[in-house]
């Protein structure tokens, strides 16, 4: 149980265009589920917080106009990265946690490259 | 503050070695969850273990085995006769008041054969 999936595993887009990451728990009601964008050799770095029909909680920094999250349902989030550019490339995680909220549940990540 | 410090940065051992990975914590919450997970070259994390700060009991489940200690905030990780496919990064959490995951830096566990 307590499955997330993601998708596209990998994805290489044109400056300037928009892309779109989707994040599902296939077996469990994600009440929340986070995204987190890891650097190479780093640590993972919380970007927002959304909750099931909410607006997502973005962290300090993080630009909620160029990284769009919707979370229209218990199993679906969707990041969306607008207007793509170079220093966007990088690895995205989603992750979902349900009832107990204690347990994160993590996809297997985005890599994207910015060209 | 809230913080979880893994002060090495990269272990490296020959197969079927013990080896432990530490993990310190920071928290001013009475009550909280402390995880390690697991990533591998492929980069999918795999949540390991969850304690809650009640729970100080030592977890062992086959080859791996945790020992949470309050008194001196730590949290540690050993793998019992190491093989290739442990190695990945290693990190350990601490889930605050918010629900959300304080990350340490992870430690990169590298298994010879």
């Known amino acids: 149980g307590a499955v997330v999936s993601q998708h596209p595993s990998r994805v290489i887009c044109k400056s300037g265009t928009s892309v779109k990451i989707e994040c599902r728990s296939l077996d469990f009601q994600a009440t929340t589920m986070f995204w987190y964008r890891q650097f190479p050799k780093q640590s993972l770095m919380l970007m927002a917080t959304s909750n099931e029909g909410s607006k997502a909680t973005y962290e300090q920094g993080v630009e909620k106009d160029k990284f769009l999250i919707n979370h229209a349902s218990l199993t679906l989030s969707t990041l969306t990265v607008t207007s793509a550019h170079p220093e966007d490339s990088s690895f995205y995680i989603c992750?979902?946690?349900?009832?107990?909220?204690?347990?994160?549940?993590f996809g297997p990540g985005t890599r994207l490259l910015v060209l | 503050a809230q913080k979880v410090t893994q002060a090495q940065t990269e272990i490296s051992v020959v197969e079927k070695e013990d080896v432990t990975l530490d993990c310190v914590y920071e928290?001013?919450?009475?009550?909280?969850?402390l995880f390690w997970y697991k990533q591998p070259p492929s980069g999918e994390l795999v949540f390991l273990i969850r304690r809650n700060s009640f729970d100080e009991q030592n977890e062992i489940s086959g080859r791996y085995s945790w020992n949470f200690q309050k008194s001196t905030s730590s949290f540690n990780f050993t793998i019992t006769a190491s093989q290739v496919v442990d190695s990945a990064v290693y990190f350990c959490a601490l889930l605050d008041s918010n629900y959300q995951l304080i990350w340490g830096a992870g430690t990169k566990l590298i298994i010879k054969p």
């Open positions: 928290t001013r919450d009475t009550t909280y969850y």
């Open positions: 992750s979902a946690s349900g009832v107990r909220e204690e347990t994160q549940y």
